[in-house]
């Protein structure tokens, strides 16, 4: 074996397991929407939790959830969506009082 094939063997050989891990799928988000505080909603966001568990979803070992609050400003409430779609999540959970429609 010449010397220019082996290093492009052992090239490949190196970046065969980046490739490898490039092509595997992230861990699915959700994103948690919601247009009053987070503050205070514990037993809400413990039953959510419960709830993925139950399907065998758990936060942090196969689902990530990304908390956004409008923190009672209704105005808020489309750009936040819209950053979670952006970012992009599996799916949108919203506990809102307003609409989200322009």
Do not use: Y
Request: charged share 20%; with cysteine.
């Amino acid at each position: 074996m010449k010397r220019r094939d082996s290093i492009a063997l052992l090239a490949a050989a190196a970046a065969w397991p980046l490739a490898v891990r490039a092509q595997q799928p992230g861990m699915p988000v959700i994103g948690f929407l919601r247009s009053a505080s987070l503050d205070n909603v514990t037993p809400l966001v413990t039953a959510f939790r419960e709830g993925l568990k139950e399907a065998s979803f758990v936060e942090g070992q196969n689902v990530a959830i990304e908390f956004r609050s409008a923190e009672g400003h209704n105005d808020q409430l489309q750009r936040l969506a819209a950053e979670l779609v952006r970012m992009p999540v599996a799916v949108l959970v919203c506990k809102c009082s307003a609409a989200l429609t322009r």
